[in-house]
C-alpha cells in the first residue's frame, strides 16, 4: 500500500504500484496481490448470529434474580413455582429475541453494496470486475454515477468532479486535478486522490488504486469505529441498579423475619423455610416480561414510522438523551445546491429558494439577468434530455433554476449549437464554451470570481461598464456572500463574429453578475429543533464543512441565534486543546452550538468528551466519516436510504426515510416508555411488599396464614402482571417533551418512589392483616376461610392499586390511568382468570381455593378498597406535611 500517494509525481506512482498507464496489471500477477493484500473489503462487524442474540436477552440483572428465586424455589422442593418462574423468563427472553432478530433481519434488507463491480484496465484491455477483486495498482475507469472502489492516484481528469460529502462532509463536489500536492495535505484538499465510497458527479477520469481494504481511508475510519468502546445504555445502568436493590432489600426482610421468628421461640428450619419463601415472593416475577413487552412494543411503533431499532435497551436511551449532535449535510440540509442570491449590477435577489415564479417577472426581460441564465444552461455539462441527479450539484442547480423560470434548456441547447468547450480545470477555477448563433457566436464563462475576473475589461449592467472601477467593489459583494456560507460563481459572456480558439475564447469578457448557491435547510427541521429546546435537548452541528456554511444552516433550523457570540462555533482546529484541558476551554467548548472543519477522531472526542461530564449523548450521521461517533455514542443513529452502510452497521438506530423529524416520536417514545416502566416497577415493588409484610407479620403475630406459597406465585403472575403491563402500554403525559431528560446518574427509582412503595405496600398489608384479623377474633371463620378470604382481599387490593399511580398534580378520578383503556381491561382479565381458577376443579385444589359466600367477598372488596382510601390519606397527608411534589415525580 502506497501512503501519502498525493504527494508523489505519477512516475513515482506507477513506479510503487508496478502498474501501467495504458496496460494496467498484468492478470498474471492479480492472485499474488490478492493473496498480499487481501480481497477488497473494509473491516466490519459479522452479521449477528441468532445465538449471540439469544444470548444477550440472559444477560439483565432482573434474569439473573429470577434464575435465583427459581433455583431456591427448586432447592425447598416447590417445584411447581419453580417451573413458573422457568416460564416466565423463558416468555420474557422469547419476545425480546424475536423482537431484535425481526431489526437486525430489517438492517440486513438495507445493507446495499452500493456498487458491486468497476472499470479497470488490465493487460490493455477494459473490464468489469468485481470491486472486491480491485488491488494496490489496478488502473480504475471512472465515469459519472460511479461508487469508487478504492483509495486512487489520478492520472487522467476530463471536468472531473467528486462528491465526498460521505467521507468528509463536504457539500459541494471537488474538481479533480493530476499535479502533485504538499505533504501536509488535508484530505479535504487532495483533489489529485479519489477515495473509495465517494461518487464521480461528473466528468471522467482515470487512477492508479494505492490502497484497498482496511488500509483505504474509509477502512481506517471503520477501524476507529469498531475500536471505539459501547457503553451499557442507561437503562441497563439503572436497571443493573434496580436489582442491587432488590436484592439487598430482600435479604433484609427475610433474613429480619427469620432472626425475629427464631428469638420468638419458633423453629429455626422452619422459620428458614418462610425467610426463602419470601425472598422468593419478593422477587417481581413479572417484571422482566412487562419491560420487555413495553420496550417490544415502543419498537414495533418506531418500525410503523419507518425508524429500525437495532436493540431494544436502545428506545429508552432515545428518551433519555439530552446532547444531540448531527451532521449538516443530508440531515439538516437537502443535500442539494439551490440557487439562493443573485446580484448583477447594483441589484441582489436573495432566499431566491423560498421565493414563487412570479417574483422574477420583472427581471426576465433584463438583458444581464437573461445572459446569466443562459451562461446557466449552455456553460453547463449536464445533458438537459436525461438529467442525472448524480451530477455536478452546480449545474444541477442551474438547470433546475432555469427550468423553474420557464425557460426550456434542451430548446436553449438547441438553438446555441456549442462548437468550442474550455473544460472546467481545477488550476484555472473556470468553464468558457463557444455557442453559434445566427450571424456569429457567443461565448459563456462561469468559475470563481478571482479567476474569471482577470478576463473580464466590461461590467454590463444595462450598458458596459470599465470594470477596473468596480473589482473591489465586486470583490467585497462576492466575500459578503461567502461569509454568509454561500458558494459563490462568476458569470461573463461576450461576442464574437467569428468562432474563438480556446486560446482567445476567455479573452476580452463582460462581466456580468455573481449567483450564491446554498445547500438548504429541510423545511420541516426548525419546527423538531423547537420542540427538542423546549425538551431540554440541545441539539449541535458537527461538520467537516466551512464554518460560514454551518453558520447560516445553524442559524435558519434554530440551533444557533442571530445575536449568538463566537464562542458557540468552533473551528477543528481549535478544538485539540480545549478537549486536553491546556488552555482552559473545556467549559466554554460544552456551551458550542457548531463544530466545523471537524474530522472523524475529533468527533469521536467531542463525543467521548461530552459523556464524561455527564450527557447522555445521540449522533445523527449518514457518512463514513460519522462511524466512529455513530457508534461511540450512547444512541448512534443513521439514515437508511442516502447513510454510508458502515454508518448503518454500527449505529443503534436507522432512519429507513432519512427524516430529521423521526427522531422527535423516537424521543417522545423513548420518554413515554420510561415513564412506564417507573410506574409499573412501582406498582409491582408495591404489591410484592405488601405480601411480604402480610405474610411476615401474620407469622410474627400468630395469625392464621394469610396466604400459601403458591397463591402467591398466582398473584405474582396475574394480578400483578396484567394491571403492571398496562401500565406499559400507557400514551404518556400530554407535556412529556416540554420536561427535561432525566439525569443519566438518577435510578430508575428515586427516594420519593421508593417511599411510595412502602406507603402502598403498608396500605395494603394493614388492609389483609385487618380482615384476617377480623374473620379470626370477631367472625371466628376457619383457617380455610380467612386464608381465602386474605387472598381476595389481596386480589382485589392489588388490582385497584393502579388507581394509586398518577401524579398528585393529576385529579383522581381522571387522569392517565383511569383514562387508559388496557388498565380497565387489564383488571377485567385478572378478575376473570382468578374466578376461573376458582371454578376450574384442579387448580382450584393446587391454589387451595373454594367458593365464598357474597358476604364474605364482601368483606374483603371493602378492606381492600379500604387500602386504596388509605393509601391516599397517606399520600395527601404527606403532601401537607412536605409539599407538593415536583412535576418530575410519578406518584
Request: charged share 20%.
Amino acid at each position: 500500500m502506497l501512503q501519502n500517494a498525493f504527494f508523489y509525481s505519477l512516475q513515482e506512482i506507477i513506479a510503487c504500484t508496478g502498474s501501467d498507464l495504458e496496460r494496467g496489471l498484468d492478470k498474471e500477477c492479480i492472485p499474488e496481490r490478492l493473496q498480499k493484500y487481501g480481497p477488497n473489503r473494509i473491516p466490519a462487524q459479522d452479521p449477528k448470529k441468532r445465538w449471540a442474540i439469544f444470548l444477550d436477552q440472559l444477560l439483565d440483572p432482573i434474569i439473573y434474580i429470577l434464575f435465583a428465586a427459581g433455583s431456591l424455589a427448586y432447592i425447598f422442593s416447590d417445584v411447581l413455582e419453580s417451573a413458573a418462574i422457568l416460564f416466565v423468563i423463558f416468555i420474557s427472553v422469547a419476545i425480546g429475541y424475536f423482537m431484535e432478530l425481526k431489526a437486525v433481519r430489517s438492517l440486513e434488507a438495507l445493507i446495499k453494496m452500493g456498487q458491486t463491480s468497476t472499470d479497470v484496465i488490465r493487460s490493455g484491455q477494459r473490464m468489469d470486475i468485481k470491486a472486491a477483486d480491485v488491488v494496490p495498482g489496478d488502473v480504475i475507469v471512472l465515469s459519472p454515477g460511479d461508487v469508487v472502489p478504492a483509495d486512487a492516484r489520478l492520472t487522467q481528469v476530463d471536468n472531473l468532479s467528486v462528491k465526498e460529502s460521505v467521507l468528509t462532509g463536504e457539500s459541494l463536489s471537488i474538481h479533480k486535478g493530476i499535479e502533485p500536492l504538499p505533504e501536509n495535505t488535508p484530505v479535504t484538499d487532495r483533489t489529485n486522490m479519489v477515495y473509495r465510497g465517494t461518487v464521480i458527479s461528473s466528468g471522467y477520469g482515470r487512477a492508479i488504486v494505492t490502497a484497498t481494504g482496511k488500509y483505504s481511508q474509509l477502512g481506517t475510519i471503520q477501524q476507529m469505529g469498531l475500536d471505539a468502546d459501547k457503553d451499557r445504555t442507561p437503562l441497563e445502568k439503572k436497571l443493573n441498579q434496580l436489582s442491587k436493590w432488590l436484592i439487598w432489600l430482600t435479604l433484609g426482610i427475610a433474613g429480619l423475619i427469620v432472626v425475629i421468628g427464631y428469638f420468638r421461640g419458633n423453629d429455626l428450619l422452619l422459620m428458614i423455610e418462610t425467610g426463602v419463601a419470601l425472598a422468593v415472593a419478593a422477587i417481581p416475577e413479572g417484571l422482566p416480561i412487562v419491560a420487555t413487552i413495553a420496550l417490544a412494543r415502543g419498537m414495533m411503533r418506531l418500525s410503523q414510522k419507518q425508524v429500525i431499532i437495532k436493540k431494544m435497551e436502545a428506545v429508552q436511551t432515545l428518551g433519555a438523551t439530552d446532547i444531540i449532535f448531527t451532521d449538516k449535510t443530508g440531515t439538516l440540509t437537502e443535500d442539494r445546491m439551490m440557487v439562493s442570491t443573485i446580484i448583477f449590477g447594483e441589484t441582489c435577489l436573495d432566499n431566491l429558494n423560498q421565493r414563487e415564479q412570479s417574483y422574477f417577472s420583472a427581471f426576465k426581460n433584463k438583458l444581464v439577468f437573461d445572459k446569466m441564465i443562459m451562461v446557466g444552461i449552455l456553460c453547463n455539462n449536464v445533458d438537459p434530455t436525461a438529467i442525472d441527479e448524480q451530477a455536478d450539484s452546480i449545474e444541477l442547480a442551474l438547470i433546475h433554476f432555469a427550468i423553474n423560470l420557464g425557460y426550456d434548456p434542451e430548446l436553449v441547447k438547441r438553438n446555441n449549437p456549442e462548437k468550442v468547450e474550455l473544460p472546467f480545470d481545477s488550476t484555472l477555477k473556470l468553464m468558457a464554451t463557444a455557442h453559434q448563433r445566427q450571424g456569429g457566436f457567443t461565448i459563456y464563462a462561469k468559475g470563481a470570481y478571482e479567476s474569471l475576473v482577470d478576463h473580464c475589461n466590461f461590467d454590463l449592467d444595462g450598458k458596459e461598464l470599465d470594470l477596473n472601477e468596480h473589482k473591489l467593489l465586486w470583490k467585497q459583494k462576492v466575500d459578503t456572500l461567502a461569509s454568509q456560507g454561500l458558494r459563490t460563481l462568476a458569470f461573463a459572456y461576450k461576442e464574437e463574429e467569428k468562432a474563438p480558439s480556446r486560446a482567445n475564447i476567455l479573452n476580452g469578457l463582460t462581466f456580468l453578475g455573481v449567483i450564491g448557491f446554498q445547500d438548504p435547510a429541510r423545511e420541516d427541521v426548525k419546527a423538531v429543533i423547537d420542540i427538542y429546546k423546549k425538551a431540554g435537548i440541545k441539539v449541535i452541528m458537527v461538520t467537516g464543512d466551512h464554518p460560514g456554511t454551518s453558520k447560516k444552516i445553524a442559524q435558519e433550523v434554530g440551533i444557533l441565534e442571530i445575536n449568538a457570540g463566537p464562542d458557540r462555533i468552533w473551528h477543528g482546529k481549535d478544538i485539540k486543546r480545549s478537549l486536553d484541558g491546556t488552555d482552559g476551554n473545556g467549559s466554554v467548548l460544552l456551551n458550542a452550538s457548531i463544530f466545523a472543519r471537524v474530522g472523524p477522531e475529533q468527533k469521536l472526542n467531542l463525543i467521548s468528551y461530552y459523556q464524561e461530564h455527564g450527557h447522555i449523548v445521540g449522533m445523527i450521521g449518514d457518512g463514513i466519516n460519522d462511524v466512529p461517533a455513530l457508534k461511540k455514542a450512547d444512541i448512534g443513529i443513521a439514515m437508511g436510504l442516502r447513510g454510508a452502510e458502515a454508518a448503518r452497521e454500527v449505529a443503534d438506530v436507522i432512519l429507513k426515510n432519512d427524516k430529521f423529524t423521526a427522531m422527535e416520536l423516537g424521543i417522545r417514545q423513548g420518554r413515554v416508555i420510561f415513564q412506564n416502566i417507573r410506574q409499573f416497577v412501582v406498582y409491582l415493588l408495591s404489591c410484592n411488599l405488601a405480601e411480604i409484610l402480610t405474610v411476615g407479620f401474620a407469622a410474627l403475630l400468630n395469625l392464621p396464614s394469610p396466604l400459601l406459597p403458591l397463591q402467591i406465585l398466582f398473584l405474582n403472575l396475574v394480578t400483578d402482571v396484567f394491571p403492571a403491563l398496562a401500565l406499559g402500554f400507557g400514551k404518556g403525559e400530554k407535556d412529556i417533551m416540554e420536561q427535561p431528560p432525566k439525569k443519566p446518574k438518577d435510578p430508575i427509582l428515586s427516594q420519593i418512589d421508593w417511599n411510595f412503595i412502602v406507603l402502598y405496600g403498608l396500605s395494603i398489608t394493614i388492609a389483609v392483616l385487618g380482615i384476617v384479623a377480623y374473620a379470626d377474633k370477631i367472625l371466628k371463620f376457619s383457617p380455610e376461610i380467612i386464608n381465602n378470604m386474605a387472598f381476595y382481599t389481596l386480589v382485589f387490593a392489588q388490582l385497584i392499586n393502579v388507581f394509586n399511580i398518577p401524579k398528585q398534580r393529576e385529579s383522581f378520578f381522571i387522569n392517565e390511568i383511569t383514562t387508559n383503556l388496557w388498565v380497565w381491561g387489564a383488571i377485567i382479565l385478572s378478575l376473570a382468570l382468578t374466578l376461573g381458577a376458582n371454578l376450574s376443579t384442579p387448580l382450584a385444589a393446587a391454589f387451595s381455593l373454594r367458593m365464598l359466600s357474597w358476604e364474605q367477598l364482601g368483606y374483603s372488596a371493602l378492606f381492600a378498597f379500604g387500602a386504596l382510601v388509605l393509601a391516599q390519606l397517606f399520600k395527601r397527608a404527606r403532601v401537607l406535611y412536605f409539599g407538593a411534589y415536583p412535576n418530575s415525580v410519578i406518584p
